[in-house]
């Protein structure tokens, strides 16, 4: 005797009644089957080198911190794949920090802040019309 596993989708399951398909507002009758996986398309993003990665990491003398040349040189090489995602059409915008102040004097790891900004997809377009007596 087997066991009945039935699949959930975000948790919860889904019934054919749950089931309202719509393509351009005409809802689309006659559905017999869904084909569901949790897969997301994946790309790889390389980095310029394991070398300027791993490299010494100076630090100013008299704060302690990251000099200012070592934060904006890493920061270029992290924007480097994202700028190519971006002539690539794969990003909105991006931003890349790194923080001074970390210890990485201490701790020898280095946290880079990247904010990503996506590429929006419009499934609706509405349209506002009305009647006016003036431009």
Known sequence: MGLDI???INGREYGWADLAVTIAGVPVMGITAIKYEEE???DN???AGRHQLSGPAYIDADSGFLRAETVSGL???AAEPLDQMMRDAELSGYSVTIDPTQQVL???KLE???KLIPVGVLRNIEVKIGLTLKK
Do not use: D, M
């Open 112 to 114: 880079v802040l990247v």
């Open 106 to 108: 201490r701790t020898s």
């Open 75 to 77: 920061e270029a090489l």
């Open 45 to 47: 993003i390389y980095g």
């Open 6 to 8: 039935t699949p959930l």
């Open 40 to 42: 997301q398309e994946k």
